[in-house]
């Protein structure tokens, strides 16, 4: 006897906001902590990765703090929208450290669907004037530390750590 099972998982706005809200918590730890950026910058970063997310844009956001050129630890949260299986932890473990010379590096990585004419359409809407890069996001020079999961339904955030 074959059987077969199918799963949906489906999201909404809220659940997009409820997971944000636990990367903006991570974010405004961050800024506290490190000292390398303000809250209020914390915040706009929070509304652009919401907005964006909401709009189906986002697949990956990465933050650095290198001192001078020298990376002293990162995160990354993967977009998930199959993330039933993801449970929903608590915000926390990303006390930085103060460095000399800090640098606050966050990069946003779109899916497909953010086009030209799409950005055209977000411009106004976001805070932070986004620009493209082409720094390496791999974190070669770090160690995964482990990670942790952001989940409301079927969207969610995969948070990957890396410190020296």
């Known amino acids: 006897m074959v059987s077969t099972n199918t799963t949906t998982h489906t999201y909404t706005a809220t659940d997009i906001e409820i997971v944000v809200r636990r990367f ?62 993801l449970s929903m932890s608590r915000p926390g473990n990303v006390l930085w450290p103060r460095v000399t010379s800090p640098y606050f590096r966050i990069t946003l990585s779109y899916n497909a669907t953010y086009s030209e004419d799409a950005r055209q359409g977000m411009r106004g809407k976001l805070r932070v004037n986004w620009t493209p890069t082409s720094a390496d996001l791999s974190h070669a020079t770090l160690q995964s530390t482990g990670g942790r999961d952001y989940a409301s339904n079927g969207w969610g955030l995969q948070r990957k750590d890396y410190s020296s």
């Open 24 to 85: 903006a918590a991570d974010l405004i730890m961050i800024a506290q902590s490190s000292g390398a950026i303000s809250q209020d910058t914390a915040h706009d970063y929070a509304h652009d990765v919401e907005l964006l997310a909401k709009n189906r844009y986002l697949r990956q956001v990465d933050l650095s703090l290198l001192s001078g050129f020298t990376e002293v630890r990162a995160v990354q949260y993967v977009v998930t929208t199959a993330a039933g299986n």
